[in-house]
């Protein structure tokens, strides 16, 4: 009896404390001040700190009448009073924070969300009149990326095409290829330095110098209009209203280099230029004019990786002046683990793919990117400012690739005996890409209703890649013992470069009176000269004598005698040429916001004028070509204001993709795989999108974005396997292909809790395309003995690049009393057309592939946090495969190793890149 007694005076104990205060802490234009502290003046330590959405919750207090404060750094505290009537009673009392002059000095405080804040991105996209996704400095700096390609896989519709180290390149917005997204820094679009792509590579820009990252869906009659897929907008810092300190240092380690170690080459002995670059055309290159240490390979532990940025930023001349200035440098030590195929079509009817030979390859990249830019700018009065940008972005990678590759056709080849034919390569290359851009802006209210504002803009793209050299080796497999290697002949070294430079101007009007409301019109127009030099050398070695045996006559690459095949390079090859693209565009855009309603409606007209010369042409080629051409391109946005925070949204443009300038010089180069011909009669690509979303912002901070699209796409360019030249040799060209259509749904969702989120998307696409392949048959399929005959046969299949299946999901935890923050990343891409056959159900696609990563942070101080974070945690692996079988003879599968499931399909590629790891230490101060 007596223990019931006491049960029941614990209950009531209990529940005398169990009546509870809450609530959500803002500013005045609703962002969540996540971090205030919420404190009870008649009770101590009573208390909480508002989490992700802002929230609050005091627990456990008696029923009275309570006084309670909210305060946040910046900010005037508000105190509010609250009674409890009842035990078990619940209050609710929220806080709309105003900024404090007296701390801020004589900044002038705006409703503007803050700069990298998750409110100001969701912000951005329920005005924008595009479709548009945008990703904050602040869930950037909380994620494991490095690089801007790292950070672009996780936004919805996105997924990326990667390098042969794993690390995340190009976009593909919407199952669309790289070709179909430009690249803009801050708002002004930037030439590429890749020698083959139009497009930038994401992977040059440091994750820590942006501000956010603004993935474009649908252009308007403001925008350039060759972006069928979409654009990528990278906004770097700009200057806070106060004084801030920025920095960050981490050390990091990946897993693969301690299980096979590090393949490091002397790239600073590497001549920059060929022998022809030196001396002149005509020069009679000798065996002494070419450097041996760059094919001196040797595999070590390297040390571990280290990155760090830093930005500084302030406003000067009474708050006039604004000025942020920043950096980033990383060195990183790359490695992939890769099983390649020698894949074909057999050639007797079958229509099966065929495996010529397995290479057991090992990359090793040493990676160092370095940024800085300066971001400034003025306001003159209340009527005119000038902003200026300069940045520099630098990736050079020196890349070292061993194969040891055994040939599977043919009477020596016996998994059984332990008899093969092996080849072995060392390949050692140096790419150099910078990118230098500056822009001139202006904005000038001419007394109402008239604002003009204008850009001048001046960036250059390099990509340099001196003397990429191979050193080929032939050996066999005996009774499962190797012979002593002997060197083959035809060893390549090569010197290609490119540089690109755009001149561009821009100019806006915009007539908005004052009695208009929100509604506008707007006009402008844009100059651009874009020019490309190109330069490619190429120099083939023989031994001298033949037959140099390992072991005998040499040890080292540095002890075989060589002799050049052509000595005076190859100033002829189409590939030195230079080319230019001008383009004049004007637009007309009328902007109508009346009540619910927002419609943006315009038209663009783009002339371009496009061409190449070919610096040393050969009989029978065309030694220069120029395309000139005018596309009229519409658009139409509407967006109806169903109610407070959420919107239904119509877009509608027409946009095109030009060819690039690699695509359309009539060269000819080999590489690994085919052979690679350019395509001089390459058409533009034109398309009409729709986009249709649905959007709901319940707060500052949370989202939920579903939409739908389709995209009408005419004479889509895609890389193919064709037969070309006399003895009609498969060759990969570009070409265009008639019609194609590409739908698809996406849903994106953001929730904060008070201490949790998650951060959800997904994408379905189809796409598909009706194009001609080849198929190798008999006469009389049921004969083996009667003629074979190769006949034509149409293919619908889904766009190059494509998956149909996309997701991303973050789960996140925050909280601001301990200092603990994380977040467990997974992005999952499905099955992807990769590449394209010449023959009929032949085409490579890409396995589903799953990323999962992790970051933890932890502050220890107002200034100072540690973190830690892990990529690839699932060691997801790259795989490629044909989904036909090998061979139809289950007693010679064995015959092809590595094979997982050869009766339902040819695997033809596995990549593996393991684990990696970094710690780290970010500091920031700011002067309020």
Not at 78 to 101: H, K, M, Y
Not at 586 to 593: A, E, M, P, Q, V
Not at 794 to 806: D, E, M, P, V, Y
């Amino acid at each position: 009896m007596a223990n019931k007694i006491l049960f029941v005076l614990l209950l009531c104990g209990f529940a005398s404390y169990s009546a509870t205060i809450k609530g959500v802490v803002t500013d005045v234009t609703g962002e969540t001040l996540v971090g205030s502290s919420i404190i009870i003046k008649e009770v101590s330590n009573a208390y909480s700190m508002a989490g992700l959405d802002g929230s609050y919750s005091i627990t456990n207090l008696k029923p009275g009448t309570y006084t309670i404060t909210a305060s946040f750094i910046g900010y005037r505290s508000i105190s509010r009073q609250a009674t409890l009537s009842d035990d078990g009673d619940v209050v609710t009392v929220l806080f709309a924070l105003e900024a404090d002059l007296t701390q801020l000095g004589e900044v002038t405080i705006t409703a503007k969300a803050t700069g990298g804040s998750d409110t100001e991105a969701r912000m951005i996209e329920r005005t924008s009149p595009n479709t548009l996704n945008v990703i904050s400095a602040k869930a950037i700096a909380l994620s494991p990326d490095i690089s801007v390609a790292n950070v672009i896989q996780r936004v919805s519709g996105l997924s990326v095409e990667r390098s042969s180290n794993g690390d995340p390149q190009y976009a593909i917005v919407r199952g669309m290829d790289k070709r179909y997204s430009y690249t803009l820094v801050n708002g002004v679009k930037i030439p590429s330095p890749d020698n083959k792509n139009r497009y930038v590579p994401l992977d040059i820009f440091p994750a820590s110098l942006l501000e956010r990252l603004e993935v474009y869906k649908s252009l308007t009659a403001d925008m350039e209009g060759d972006a069928i897929g979409g654009g990528v907008n990278m906004v770097m810092k700009s200057a806070r209203e106060t004084f801030e300190v920025k920095g960050d240092l981490q050390l990091g380690y990946n897993y693969i280099n301690s299980q096979y170690g590090f393949d490091r080459y002397k790239s600073a002995g590497i001549s920059k230029q060929s022998p022809r670059e030196m001396y002149g055309d005509g020069y009679m290159a000798q065996p002494g004019d070419f450097t041996k240490q760059n094919l001196e390979v040797k595999n070590i532990k390297p040390l571990p990786d280290m990155m760090g940025s830093f930005s500084i930023g302030n406003r000067f001349v009474h708050n006039k002046l604004g000025v942020m200035l920043g950096g980033s440098f990383q060195n990183a030590y790359r490695g992939t683990k890769s099983l390649w195929f020698d894949y074909d079509t057999d050639r007797f009817g079958s229509n099966r793919p065929t495996l010529g030979s397995v290479q057991d390859r090992h990359y090793s990249t040493q990676q160092m990117r370095g940024a800085a830019h300066a971001r400034l700018d003025y306001k003159i009065n209340d009527s005119h400012d000038l902003k200026f940008y300069t940045g520099y972005y630098r990736l050079i990678n020196n890349e070292a690739r061993e194969i040891k590759e055994t040939y599977l056709d043919g009477r020596a080849f016996s998994s059984a005996q332990g008899d093969a034919i092996l080849q072995y390569s060392t390949r050692t290359k140096t790419t150099d890409q910078g990118i230098i851009t500056a822009s001139l802006q202006g904005n000038h209210k001419l007394g109402a209703p008239l604002t003009l504002s204008w850009s001048g803009v001046y960036s250059t793209a390099s990509n340099n890649q001196p003397d990429n050299a191979r050193f080929v080796r032939n050996s066999k497999l005996e009774d499962f013992v190797e012979t002593a290697q002997n060197v083959e002949r035809n060893n390549p070294r090569q010197w290609t470069n490119n540089t690109d430079t755009d001149v561009t101007g821009y100019l806006n009007l915009i007539f908005q009176p004052e009695s208009w409301g929100g509604s506008l019109l707007k006009a402008g127009g844009m100059i651009r000269q874009k020019n490309r030099d190109s330069y490619y050398d190429n120099y083939m070695f023989d031994p001298n004598p033949n037959l140099q045996v390992q072991g005998e006559d040499w040890n080292t690459y540095s002890d075989v005698v060589w002799k050049v095949i052509n000595p005076i390079g190859t100033s002829s090859n189409a590939l030195n040429y230079k080319a230019h693209e001008n383009i004049n565009a004007f637009y007309f855009l009328g902007k109508l916001d009346v009540e619910k309603i927002e419609l943006n409606a315009g038209v663009r007209v783009e002339n371009t004028d496009q061409g190449y010369r070919l610096k040393n042409a050969l009989a029978g080629q065309t030694p220069d070509s120029t395309q000139t051409y005018t596309d009229v391109l519409p658009s139409v946005s509407a967006r109806y204001k169903i109610r407070q925070g959420m919107n239904l949204r119509f877009t509608y443009y027409k946009g095109i993709s030009r060819p690039g300038f690699f695509e359309i010089v009539p060269y000819r180069i080999p590489d690994d795989g085919y052979p690679e011909y350019g395509n001089p009669l390459l058409r533009r690509v034109k398309a009409h999108n729709i986009d249709l979303r649905w959007e709901i912002f319940p707060n500052a901070t949370n989202q939920v974005l579903l939409g739908a699209f389709y995209k009408h796409i005419l004479d889509p360019i895609e890389y193919v396997v064709d037969s070309a030249g006399i003895t009609n040799d498969n060759v990969l060209q570009p070409n265009n292909f008639g019609t194609a259509r590409n739908m698809g749904i996406e849903a994106d969702i953001t929730r904060y809790f008070n201490k949790f989120g998650i951060r959800a998307n997904y994408t379905y696409t189809h796409s598909s395309i009706t194009t001609s392949k080849a198929l190798r048959t008999r006469v009389d399929p049921n004969d083996p003995s009667s003629e074979l005959v190769l006949k034509r046969a149409s293919q619908t299949r889904s766009l190059q690049g494509q998956a149909k299946h996309i997701g991303n999901l973050s789960l996140l935890y925050k909280d601001i009393d301990k200092g603990w923050e994380s977040q467990l990343s997974l992005v999952y891409t499905g099955e992807r057309l990769e590449a394209i056959s010449l023959f009929l159900d032949n085409d490579i696609y890409a396995k589903p592939i799953v990323i999962l990563d992790f970051a933890l942070e932890k502050k220890v101080s107002n200034t100072v946090e540690i973190f830690i974070k892990a990529s690839n945690l699932l060691n997801a692996s790259y795989q490629m495969y044909v989904k036909k079988p090998v061979y139809n003879d289950p007693n010679k599968l064995q015959d092809y190793p590595h094979q997982d499931d050869p009766e339902h399909k040819t695997l033809v590629r596995k990549d593996q890149y393991y684990q990696s790891l970094r710690l780290g230490v970010r500091m920031q101060w700011n002067r309020n």
